[in-house]
Nanobody
Framework: VQLQACGGGSVQAGGALKLSCKAS????????MGWFRQAPGKEREFVAA???????TYTDSLKGRFTISRDNSKNTLYLQMNSLEPEDTAVYYC???????????????????WGQGTLVTVSS
């Protein structure tokens, strides 16, 4: 599967953005999906995941501000980001996993396919 992330941009603190990740192929609904981010000079970190059964998982620090969702009819994954903070500045990546069996949705190694990333810049 090929993933194309978009929707990033520049926003002031307190603003909102909605990221999209369009997947190619007919099997999007069978994949578990996730969002990760990598801030300048930092390691990639888990943001959120949604299973094929629409079970959501979030990193604790982002719970309540970020919402992951999917529209299988459009082969698209979303990340709604509200109340953005300068610390949210990062390149955001979407990823697809055939299964989380034997792995954790928090780990990048659990994912089989990655999108190219979209940059989010939050200014104070």
């Amino acid at each position: 599967v090929q993933l194309q992330a978009c929707g990033g941009g520049s926003v002031q603190a307190g603003g909102a953005l909605k990221l999209s990740c369009k997947a190619s192929g007919r099997t999007f609904s069978s994949y578990n999906m996730g969002w990760f981010r990598q801030a300048p000079g930092k390691e990639r970190e888990f943001v959120a995941a949604i299973t094929r059964y629409r079970t959501n998982t979030y990193t604790d620090s982002l719970k309540g501000r970020f919402t992951i969702s999917r529209d299988n009819s459009k082969n698209t994954l979303y990340l709604q980001m509200n109340s953005l903070e300068p610390e949210d500045t990062a390149v955001y990546y979407c990823a697809a996993a055939r299964s989380f069996a034997g792995g954790s949705p928090y780990a990048g190694s659990a994912y089989d396919y990655w999108g190219q990333g979209t940059l989010v810049t939050v200014s104070s």
